[in-house]
Structure formats: C-alpha cells, structure tokens
C-alpha cells in the first residue's frame, strides 16, 4: 500500500519551483534492510581514523574554484551544455563495446576542463590543502606533486611530499602496486618506487609515484591511502590538484577503506538556486552515509567498465502514464552497450532516442498550450513562462528493478536558461546508453553501497 500522489505540480515562474513540490514520493514494494555491518576486507585493516566520525566533505561547484563568471544566465547554460556534451560523448565512446581504451578512465568534465563539483581535502602531514574532482567513475587518488616536470596550473600551491612527515613511497614489489594496470609499477630509471600512470583517452593523463599518505577528509584524518604522487601530468583540469576517485574499484577511496568506511559513501547535489551557498555534500562511511528509509536499486556492474555505478532501470512514466517503451530498452548487454549510468559530470539526463522522443512528446502533450520557444541547443523543448505567475508540469517517474519508482518535481525537470524561458533537461543519447545526470539527481540523498552492491535515493533532500 503506497500514499497517492498528485501527478501535476506547480511551477512558480518567480521562486523557480515551490516549496511543496520539491519533495519526494517513492514507492517500494520489496524494503532492503542495508544497515547490517560489513565485513571488513584484509586491506582495511592498515587505514586508522584519527576520529571515530566518518569523514564529510562540503561539495564546491567548479565555478566557485575557477571564478568564472557569465555575461547573462543564457551564457552559463550555454557553457555547461557544451560541456556535457563533450562528457556525454566520451563516455559514450569510453563504454561502448568497441572501445580500445579499456585501460584508461573517465573523468568528470575531463573534455571541457574540470569536473562539476569539487572537494577540500587535505594531503599529508602537516595537512595540505588541495582541491579535488570527485569523480564516481574513476579508481585512482592523485595529486600533482613536486618537483614537478610537467603540472598545469591549479588553484592551490603544489604538494611537497618533502613536506610531509607521513609520505611514503611504495615499493614496487609490493601487493599495492600490483593492482595497478600493466602499464605501470616497475621499470625504467624509477628503482624501486612503485609507478602509477592514468591515461584519460584524449591525450590527458598523470604519471608519478605510487605513496601511502595521509588524507584529511573534512577534519577526519586518514593514514595509510594509497594515492600518486603526479610529476607529469597533462590535461584540462582547470582548478583542480588532481581527483578523488569513488569509483568500484579497490584503488578508489572507498574501495581503499574497506570496513573502515563499510563500503558505501553518499553525496547530495544541492539545488540550482538554493539558499545554500555550497553545492552539496559528501560523505564516507556506512553509519552516516547509510540512511532507513531510502528506496534501494540494485546495481548493475559493467565488465567493461567496472568502476561505473549502472542501476536496473525498467521503464519511464510522465504523470500518472507509463510510456510504452520496447521491452529490454534500458538493460545493459552482456558485451558491455546500454545500460543505465549513475553520473555526476553529466548534468543533462541522456536517453535512447525512442525514449527521449516519447518523453519529450508525453511531456508536451501533459503541459498543452504554453508557449514553446526555439531550442537552445540539444534542449529542445523550451517554453516562455515569462507571462505565467503559475504553471501545471507533469511528474516523470524512472521505474527500477525490484519494484522501486523514483518521482521527480519539477526542479529536477527544467532548467531556466533565460528570463522566464524554461528547457526540458533531458535529451537523446548518442548510443544506446542511458546516463542519469546531476540535474535529475539535484536536491536528492543518494547512497552509494558499493558493498552490497545497492544505490539508495532519499529519503532526505538538501
């Protein structure tokens, strides 16, 4: 039994959205109890916390990093849409089954300079401070590291490892470094430091020492992370010192932590003009990070890109309709094309084109006769509210696997792009993959349980 809900919601052209509409309906049939203890893994055992609270980290936009600023709104929304298209792109390219660089890894907003959202962390001791891109589709930890051979410029001064009185090297005999790809470890004039290198697939990669060291994650300190140290390093991450990966691979920092974090952390993306001045949060750790009440959909894991977060998605409904989609649309194949992502660096959710057309259609067809206006780029269905004090915008509803529905407002809906001129934030893929972008997953707690191998949605909001 489930509480009905309205499928019509309100849109104030004045506040963006209403305050009863921002929040959230589910409904579950088959409840997951995810608050059981873990066991702990053998590499765990090396990370100690110098504080008995899981680490929790502020989330900061790239634009507060960068200081870019934008002559008018329809500029901005004009730059992060070419952004995403270039992630969008890539990783259409990097998780095809025709890929040929299965070796290299994906970062967000790699294509178009940096990541969407940033985190604080400290590197060493004493604690230096660094900003990273969070990235949820990427393994390695790194660093840009003195003496540097080849860096770009970034926000923060350059780690000194000299510095810091808890660096140390990793032999390159060691079971650490030989989780690292073939392409690095040992060889050449390194001796026996251990080598990591991390090619991007566009020309952009870092290349240095592999390190134990302490990481401060928004005052916890954590000993014993293994992280590179970059001395050459190539690319576009504009801001940035380097990336914390999270992705579901064991050289990521929750792969790293094991039972210490208990393989699961959570992020909540604030929403576009929240009162809030920061962009979100981040958290580490199965007691906090782990919430009752949230809706669970199992993960889906992809052997040729096994560090992404796939979810088992069914279906799509606008308002009280389910759309009639072709049967098995949304699933991921066994050589690796479709599926579903769970993607941070991507803003704009991407759908087949059969489901972005009946979306797009079903959506039209629900708000009637507002005024549409041309398209902004790939946003392709615009209306001018302009000369509205209110407005009725369908509900669109994802159907997972294990009979969960995830209802999203109108604020994970539409994106302003001009004075009173609002875009339906979804658009056609360029493959048969699906990406669920940061758009759709603004305002929402999401849980990542790595461990269990589960994704959460709620029940709280930010």
Not at 235 to 246: R, T
Not at 327 to 343: E, K, Q, T
Request: hydrophobic share 35%; net charge negative; glycine share 12%.
């Amino acid at each position: 039994m489930h509480t009905t809900t309205t499928k019509l919601l309100l849109v104030s052209t004045f506040m963006v959205f209403i305050s009863h509409a921002s929040s959230l309906r589910f409904h579950y049939i088959k409840s997951h109890n995810f608050t059981t203890k873990t066991s702990t893994s053998s590499s765990s055992s090396a990370h100690r916390h110098r504080s008995s609270r899981n680490p929790s980290l502020a989330l900061v936009h790239r634009d507060a990093v960068t200081g870019a600023t934008h002559p008018s709104r329809r500029h901005a929304v004009l730059d992060r849409v070419a952004r995403d298209n270039a992630r969008a792109a890539y990783l259409a390219r990097r998780l095809s089954p025709e890929a040929t660089d299965l070796g290299s890894e994906v970062v967000s907003g790699l294509d178009e300079g940096s990541g969407e959202y940033f985190v604080r962390v400290g590197v060493g001791s004493p604690a230096t401070e660094q900003y990273l891109v969070v990235d949820s589709g990427s393994d390695v930890i790194w660093v840009q590291c003195k003496p540097c051979a080849q860096c770009y410029a970034q926000a923060d001064p350059l780690f000194d490892p000299a510095s810091s009185s808890t660096f140390s090297a990793v032999s390159c005999r060691s079971a650490i470094c030989r989780t690292l790809p073939s392409s690095a470890g040992c060889g050449g004039d390194s001796g026996d430091r251990c080598q990591y290198e991390v090619s991007y697939g566009d020309g952009s990669y870092t290349k240095g020492d592999l390190a134990l060291e302490t990481l401060t994650l928004g005052g916890t300190a954590v000993e014993g992370v293994a992280i590179g140290c970059g001395h050459r390093n190539r690319g576009l991450f504009v801001g940035a010192a380097g990336l914390l990966g999270l992705g579901w691979g064991p050289m990521s920092l929750v792969g790293q932590l094991g039972g210490a974090a208990g393989g699961a952390f959570s992020y909540c993306l604030a929403s576009r003009g929240s009162s809030n001045a920061g962009a979100g949060s981040l958290v580490v750790g199965r007691s906090e990070a782990v919430p009752e009440g949230a809706v669970w959909v199992p993960l889906v894991r992809n052997p040729q890109a096994p560090s992404f977060y796939y979810v088992g998605m069914s279906g799509i409904g606008v308002g009280d309709e389910r759309l009639p989609l072709e049967a098995g649309l949304f699933r991921l194949g066994d050589d690796g094309a479709g599926g579903v992502v769970m993607d941070t660096g991507t803003a704009v959710t991407r759908l087949p084109q059969e489901a972005y057309a009946a979306l797009r259609d079903a959506f039209a067809a629900a708000v009637g006769a507002l005024p549409r206006v041309p398209a902004v780029s790939l946003l392709d269905t615009c209306y001018d509210l302009s000369g509205y004090t209110s407005v009725r915008v369908p509900t669109v509803s994802f159907y997972f696997d294990e009979d969960a529905t995830l209802t999203l407002p109108a604020r994970n809906l539409l994106v302003e792009v001009d004075g009173g001129i609002y875009c339906l934030a979804f658009a056609p893929s360029p493959s048969g993959m699906s990406i669920l972008g940061n758009i759709q997953q603004e305002g929402i707690q999401i849980t990542v349980d790595s461990a269990n191998g589960f994704i959460g949605f709620g029940p709280n909001t930010c």
